[in-house]
């Protein structure tokens, strides 16, 4: 069974820096791209930064551009968002989630982690 359990959220204050971790459990890593995505109270949930197998490609919601960063570690099974400079508008509930496409699509994407509250104070 696919796992992805995603960590590191917490209450920051405006202008400051979390990393996300999410780390994916069994054989689902190999070989597929692997995104993130929030979702605020009240609004839809939406694409944040996706990351390729091989980790050569990135591409980044332009709300984010510039300030968070997606990398990966496949051989720990893991993906990470580093998030700074942050806004109080980047409060969300933090998702990682797996693809077997590089995409910014939702519907691209068919396993999900539980979720990780990010908390911005301005």
């Known amino acids: 069974q696919v796992q992805l359990v995603e960590s590191g959220g917490g209450l920051v204050q405006a202008g400051g820096s979390l990393r996300l971790s999410c780390v994916a459990s069994?054989?689902?890593?190999?070989?597929?791209?692997m995104g993130w995505f929030r979702q605020a109270p009240g609004k839809e949930r939406e694409f944040v930064a996706a990351i390729s197998w091989g980790a050569g490609r990135t591409r980044y919601a332009d709300s984010v551009k510039g300030r968070f960063t997606i990398s990966r570690d496949n051989a720990k099974n893991t993906v990470y968002l580093q998030m700074s400079s942050l806004k109080s508008e980047d409060t969300a509930v933090y998702y990682c989630a797996r693809s077997s496409y590089y995409s910014a699509s939702a519907s691209q994407y068919d396993y999900w982690g539980q979720g990780t509250q990010v908390t911005v104070s301005s």
């Open positions: 069994g054989r689902t890593f190999s070989g597929y791209a």
